[in-house]
T-cell receptor, first 115, second 112 residues
Framework: AQSVTQPDIHITVSEGASLELRCNYSYGATPYLFWYVQSPGQGLQLLLKYFSGDTLVQGIKGFEAEFKRSQSSFNLRKPSVHWSDAAEYFCAVGGYNNAGNMLTFGGGTRLMVKP | ETGVTQSPTHLIKTRGQQVTLRCSSQSGHNTVSWYQQALGQGPQFIFQYYREEENGRGNFPPRFSGLQFPNYSSELNVNALELDDSALYLC???????????FGPGTRLTVT
């Protein structure tokens, strides 16, 4: 069965500092990987995705993520965090299993930004 | 291009009642999936519809059912509501079964 682990439930960074959010996945084949962001009470906005090809993918709002097959990881990074980045971040893996075609999400990481 | 829309925004129901949530998919998308997000958790897959047929279902009981219409909009129906059904229900659409999912703003359901 596919699964996603986001080890950090909460992270606090200062505005302007760099950010890395961790994501580890379990999937039997080459995964489709996603990062979504959710502001309080809102839906999910797609930040970036990996399907194949270059393992470093660029997304919106200055975010990037690197797929590392050997480590089963897909960590999200940003060189300089802005106060508006405070939100909940979800990593997800997509693919077929016995439940059909679905996304499996991690538990999320809540990012707080200090001024 | 119109994004994914959901209605209603908020809903309060009593235990044992039935509820219908609605979703309009993004223009050009033929696949709709539904997710339940309990407070403080990641979304959980309920089911997916592709061209009006269910083509995947997560670990949810049969009282969770759905429909997809010829215009690819969709409904999620929940019968015999339980307190644990209180959650944010998210609809996502994509242009193919394995495509990138674009999510709507969600419907917040509270069961009392």
């Amino acid at each position: 069965a596919q699964s996603v682990t986001q080890p950090d439930i909460h992270i606090t960074v200062s505005e302007g500092a760099s950010l890395e959010l961790r994501c580890n996945y379990s999937y039997g084949a080459t995964p489709y990987l996603f990062w979504y962001v959710q502001s309080p009470g809102q839906g999910l906005q797609l930040l970036l995705k990996y399907f194949s090809g270059d393992t470093l993918v660029q997304g919106i709002k200055g975010f990037e993520a690197e797929f590392k097959r050997s480590q089963s990881s897909f960590n999200l990074r940003k060189p300089s965090v802005h106060w508006s980045d405070a939100a909940e971040y979800f990593c997800a893996v997509g693919g077929y299993n016995n439940a059909g075609n679905m996304l499996t999400f991690g538990g999320g990481t809540r990012l707080m930004v200090k001024p | 291009e119109t994004g994914v829309t959901q209605s209603p925004t908020h809903l309060i129901k009593t235990r044992g009642q039935q509820v219908t949530l609605r979703c309009s998919s993004q223009s050009g998308h033929n696949t709709v999936s539904w997710y339940q997000q309990a407070l403080g958790q990641g979304p959980q897959f309920i089911f997916q519809y592709y061209r009006e047929e269910e083509n995947g279902r997560g670990n949810f009981p049969p009282r969770f059912s759905g429909l997809q219409f010829p215009n690819y909009s969709s409904e999620l129906n929940v019968n015999a509501l339980e307190l644990d059904d209180s959650a944010l229900y998210l609809c996502a659409s994509s242009s193919e079964k394995q495509g990138t999912r674009y999510f709507g703003p969600g419907t917040r359901l509270t069961v009392t």
